[in-house]
């Protein structure tokens, strides 16, 4: 290896990136398109994919924008087989494909619980195994990236279900690795913290309630989507070939406790700069 080895570098490199269709996952998809990988997307209704599939296409890459609902194992078995009739090996996987009930949890019915741990965790499962299968094991080598959240770590009212899932996903992620690590596939877990998206823009319309989440941000922001690129290039190339079964967290350091200690200081609180 020379001296000048880009360890970021993607070229050459497939990864499959699931819940494409707006939000995070094409933020992730994105930044790993822009490190060189071709890219397999994926939502329930390919369709929803278009445009996107058509910005990465401009870019010089390869894509392929194929349906796939993580909660259907039929759909899981047909889309990993599409896949790879469509691209030669799957090297990367980022698991982005998610979904949350926002509710008190006396009120949180079968249904709910099912919603959100069938697509957060069994569906993730269900997709590692089967790219895993086809593609990593026999090739030898497999990056794979869960996306978890703050909520591996930390539990909050309102989102049980989706705790347990992410909870879920951080202790999947580490048995995954030790079960797989001996095929040259990596398996980390990259846990946002707080983002603005559509699934929780709700949050952010209630102006109060962001001003108390960026007190308790060390870096004093909600996360912005490009703030993961860094990190999901990272687990996905050469530079982190030694890292495996972890949970990054790329929180602001929220996950820190971040419970003031000291008296308050007046006009010691920066404007969150970045804020979206
Ligand atoms: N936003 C945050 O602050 C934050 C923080 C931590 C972790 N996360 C996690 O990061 C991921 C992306 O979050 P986001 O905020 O971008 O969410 P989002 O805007 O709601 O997007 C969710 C994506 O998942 C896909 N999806 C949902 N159910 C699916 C299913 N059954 N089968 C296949 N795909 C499905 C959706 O595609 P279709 O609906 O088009 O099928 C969509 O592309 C989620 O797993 C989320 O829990 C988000």
Redesign the pocket.
């Known amino acids: 290896m020379s001296d000048s080895h880009n360890f970021f570098d993607l070229t050459g490199k497939t990864a499959v990136v ?10 992730l998809a994105r930044a790993l398109a822009r490190a060189g990988a071709d890219l397999v997307i ?4 390919a369709e ?2 278009a445009a996107f599939r058509a910005e990465m296409a401009a870019l010089g890459r390869t894509v392929v924008a194929l349906p ?5 194992p039929a ?1 899981i078995e047909s889309f990993a087989d599409t896949a790879m009739d469509a691209v030669e090996r799957v090297d990367i996987l980022v ?6 009930v926002r509710k008190p949890s006396v009120d949180i019915t079968w249904d709910d619980w099912n919603l959100v741990l ?3 965790l069994r ?1 993730m499962f269900f997709v590692s195994q089967a790219i895993a299968k086809r593609s990593m094991i026999p090739n030898g080598y497999g990056r794979v990236v869960n ?5 591996t770590v930390a539990g909050f009212a309102g989102l049980a279900p ?1 705790c347990a ?2 909870g879920g996903v951080r202790q999947m992620t580490m048995a995954l690795a030790d079960d797989w690590g001996i095929h040259g596939i990596t398996v980390n877990c990259l ?10 823009k709700v949050l952010y319309e209630d102006t109060e309630w962001v001003e108390y989440l960026c007190d308790r941000i060390p870096l004093k922001r ?2 912005q ?1 490009q703030d993961l690129d860094g990190t999901v290039v990272f687990l996905a190339s050469d530079a982190s070939e030694y890292v495996t079964g972890q949970n990054l967290l790329v929180d602001g350091g929220i996950s820190t406790g971040a419970t003031r200690a000291l008296p308050k200081k007046r006009g010691s609180r920066t404007a969150p700069a970045r804020s979206p």
């Open positions: 699931t819940g494409a269709s707006r939000g995070l996952g094409q933020f994926t939502a329930r209704d929803d994919c796939l609902d993580v909660r259907d759909s698991n982005n494909a998610g979904c949350n069938d697509t957060n569906g996306i978890g959240s703050y909520t989706y899932s992410r846990s946002p913290g707080w983002f603005k998206t559509e699934q929780n909600p996360g989507p």
